[in-house]
């Protein structure tokens, strides 16, 4: 097949699971023996080219008929079988998928995040935009964590989503969403996608070689060192459990976390090294304050053998095995984190096998790769 994937790349300063799975996917697609062709922009060029260029794009995040004609025109160059759109924002946005249906093109987008349904001050439901009415919706909304950065960037980005779904252009632009997560379907199903354009496939690892390594005596945190991974908050409550911790990661947060008894930093370190430490701990520590799609961290963590604590809720709360492949705690409840960790210290040791036989059976890339193929022929029907 020619497939045709087309992704906005996050900042290269910053760590981006989003990055790194659409790189996966295209290596795994191409070692199949399908002919993957990319269309990519950068963050970093929009960021280089500064705030007029940025505020330019985002002043045509509601549609400019030019550029779904020089889309079409690509499609038609390049005469893909599938177009397969990862984060469309702020340079693609639905025009690509118009595009690809002029062109008779089937559309596949993965959903990462939450922004088809939200931006920082509203979200879709039956496709209309709403503002929260009480705490709990304010709650909501802020976990979706779409986090546009500003005012007048959300304002338009309101706009935006507000008009495409006023046209009901995800319905009709777009063959398949993928979702990662049941929890993922559900909140995109209420917004307002068809059911029947909704398909769930997780992400995945390739792993050379797993790790055998003796049990390990702390617990470990692998991630980005910012306000949406919850670590200053972890780091404050953590003294509570008498547990080690291992914090694997750098970000903006590294330098005004403190350093405590028991807490050890290793700082941003390659996949492999990931993979040793990870094998080596009990278990897999998260404390999000966002709703995580399908997290590579906890794919990770069963490569390795190793269970994982996550607040319940979002991604993790239906990939995770209560007792099987970890334990979920009430977010922000802390003594129901400590009792929960002090729980899964104990219970860890004897869930190794299964979380590896977890990862064998459902997170490979040749698991993966079924998948896809066979959501691409879904549509090419």
Not at 9 to 24: H, I, K, T
Not at 163 to 180: E, M, S, Y
Not at 206 to 212: A, F, K, P, R, T
Request: hydrophobic share 40%; with cysteine.
């Amino acid at each position: 097949m020619r497939i045709l994937v087309a992704h906005h790349r996050y900042q290269s300063a910053l760590p981006s699971g989003e990055n790194a799975v659409v790189d996966r996917e295209a290596e795994l697609l191409t070692s199949a023996g399908h002919h993957v062709i990319r269309m990519e922009t950068h963050a970093d060029d929009l960021i280089r080219r500064g705030w007029r260029c940025q505020l330019d794009v985002a002043c045509k995040l509601a549609g400019a008929r030019f550029s779904r004609q020089d889309f079409a025109q690509r499609i038609a160059v390049i005469a893909p079988d599938i177009v397969h759109i990862h984060n469309p924002w702020p340079t693609f946005t639905f025009e690509l998928a118009l595009a690809a249906k002029l062109q008779h093109v089937p559309c596949v987008q993965t959903l990462h995040n939450y922004r088809l349904i939200a931006t920082d001050s509203h979200w879709i439901r039956d496709r209309k935009a709403q503002r929260p009415q009480s705490n709990s919706d304010q709650a909501h909304l802020r976990r979706l964590g779409t986090d546009h950065g500003g005012g007048l960037r959300n304002h338009l980005y309101t706009h935006a989503l507000k008009q495409w779904w006023t046209n009901n252009a995800p319905n009709l632009c777009t063959d398949r969403f993928i979702c990662l997560t049941e929890f993922q379907r559900r909140q995109i199903t209420a917004a307002g996608v068809l059911k029947n354009k909704i398909v769930i496939k997780p992400n995945f690892l390739q792993v050379n070689e797993l790790i055998d390594a003796p049990l390990g005596n702390s617990a470990i945190f692998v991630g980005r060192l910012d306000d949406t991974k919850g670590i200053r908050e972890l780091i404050a409550n953590w003294d509570a459990t008498s547990i080690p911790l291992s914090v694997v990661g750098d970000g903006p947060l590294r330098s005004s976390l403190p350093n405590k008894s028991g807490i050890t930093y290793h700082g941003r370190i390659p996949l492999k090294q990931v993979l040793y430490h990870m094998a080596r701990s009990r278990f897999l520590v998260m404390n999000s304050q966002v709703y995580e799609g399908f997290p590579l961290t906890i794919i990770e963590a069963l490569a390795s053998g190793i269970p994982t604590l996550a607040p319940h809720m979002g991604g993790p709360q239906d990939i995770i095995e209560q007792g099987r492949t970890g334990r979920t705690f009430v977010p922000g409840d802390w003594r129901n984190m400590k009792s929960q960790a002090l729980r899964l210290w104990q219970e860890a040791p004897n869930l190794r096998a299964h979380c590896r036989e977890t990862f064998l059976s459902q997170y490979t890339p040749q698991a993966n790769l079924r998948q896809l193929e066979a959501i691409y022929r879904s549509v090419l029907q």
